[in-house]
């Protein structure tokens, strides 16, 4: 019988009639085999194989913390944890490694975290690291991610540079906030998108005109520069549409939500403001048909001599 205990004045009294003998006797509480602690505070977080992973304490920098398997929610304070040598800048999982990222280095972790058998494996000793959590994403079975030097991407096959040809962006005295940098994948148009952002001068959490956004087209394997865009706020996709979050550079409590246009108009890419104005030319080997592949047998060359018609005297090189 259900009793309900909603008016002013009444009580509700519920009586214990088993002795504390036959309650001892009778048990049903089971001590659990790991204790139910709470998960520790951290920056970043990502599931493998069921398992919640933690990182990023502000206490405990270098430390990876994971779930119990029958109780992803409980992370038992003393066995459910491991130290790697340096600071954690990043963590995420691909098929059957668990990426962990570091400022110069990357670590890979193999094994069972649910029977505490596991280990930990340098993955990167070229000082090669992730400078921003934020830009780790997934791309076509390979983790894309922004180091110090520029775009990488790491799968079961090794590390790899994708960045090369925006790799002068990020020399030496570039002025970029890399730790404030965010990425997003836009499944729909097949796009990483890299948002770099300047701080405004004596503002630590803002960015300012100059900053930039690096677009890795991964179906046609060539990187666009996109412009008056803020997205520090961060991105999402919805029904194939783009939405990107900016924060006013003057007012930094105002955040604003943009849809990104597909209209297939000159108003397309232009944060609603201004468009962007491009020109492109094929090269003469297309011949008017860029579609349709060519490959040239043979070169001629025609030449009309101006002076006296015996090309004796006037010459030329090719």
Known sequence: KEFVNDSTGTTLVYTDAVSDVNVSGNAQWVDPIKAHGLPPKCKYIDEWRGQLILSGSLTKVNTVY???????????????????????????????????FKDHSIDGVTGDF?????????????????????????????????????????????????????????????????????????TGDKKYILFMPVKESGVDYSVDLTSEIYVYDYFRQAWLEWANYNLIGGMAEKNGQLYKASRDTLTFSKTRIHKILQNQNQYDYADHTDAILFSYKSPWFTEGEPSIWKKYLRCKIHSYDTSVNDFENDSFSV
């Open 66 to 100: 994971y779930g119990d398997i029958e109780n992803p929610e409980y992370f038992p304070p003393f066995d459910q944890s491991f130290d790697l040598d340096r600071k954690i800048t990043g963590l995420k999982a691909l098929d059957n490694v668990l990426y962990v």
């Open 114 to 186: 649910a029977e505490d058998s596991f280990q930990v494996d340098k993955l990167s000793r070229e000082g090669v690291g992730c400078a921003s959590h934020a830009t780790i994403q997934e791309v076509q079975g390979s983790l894309f991610f922004l180091s110090e030097r520029g775009v990488y991407s790491i799968n079961n096959e090794g590390l790899q540079q994708v960045g090369s040809n925006i790799e002068p962006k990020f020399a030496v005295n570039n002025p970029f906030s890399f730790k404030q940098a965010t990425a997003y994948v836009w």
